[in-house]
């Protein structure tokens, strides 16, 4: 029975990153954390690596549609990609499952869902974008941050979050690009956002890995139920009221960041 409940975790949280877009970590960390009990250190490893296999696909899918823009995805691995390596150096010095290091896991993971409930809030009072389409010069000029250092510094900062509480590449990492790159059309933000999360959980989610910070048979149970969810939601997302649900979404997440920081 306890199996059957996290297959329909997984399928509960690949609908709505099928829906909403937002990164499966936001949903799925609290929900091992507060309906099953499992240690934090254990669901954030089991977490990055369910992110980096959901998120592959949908890269594979918006690269051959030629939508990812490959230089904004380079400029933001570089930064974030060295912090996640020395933020696992750091817990691989500590250990993951020390004391001290729950509770930093646990009060940084409620400051980042306080940050995707904020987020999230802020897309959705904006309201939907509409798609605009660059030509070649206009778009090669898109792709140039304010400063060349704003992404690496972002970068940085998104990495050593998601390496602590596998949240933050989903809800942040597109409000951090629509600050970054304001002329970029948001289908390429989206699919910017969806392509640099894949090897920044991929490393994060690996180096935990090492650390034995993943239940692999936990892993698979929720992918299981995770791919069917996002193809039942990304064809359902035309017939839903988008801001109502990021709306209520950004709520649930801003109770669960509250609720964790008070542990």
Known sequence: ?????????????????????VGGGSLMTPILIFFFGVKPYLAVGTDLLFAAFTKAGGTVSLARQRLVP?????????????????????????????????????????VALLLTAAAMLYKAARGKTAPRTLDAAHLEQATHARHWVLPLLFGAVIGTLVTLTSVGAGAIGVTVLLLLFPLLPLPRIVAADIAYAVPLTLVAGLGHASLGSVDWPLLAKLLAGSLPGIWVGSRLMRHTPERLVRSLLSLLLAYAGVKLIAI
């Open 1 to 21: 029975m306890h199996e059957l409940a996290f297959v329909f975790a997984g399928f509960f949280v690949g609908l709505v990153v099928g829906l909403t877009g």
């Open 70 to 110: 490959w230089r904004v995805v380079g400029q933001l691995c570089a930064g974030s990609i060295p912090a996640a390596l020395a933020t696992l150096w750091v817990l691989h010095t500590v250990g993951p499952a020390n004391p001290q290091v729950q509770t930093v896991m646990t009060t940084a993971l409620g």
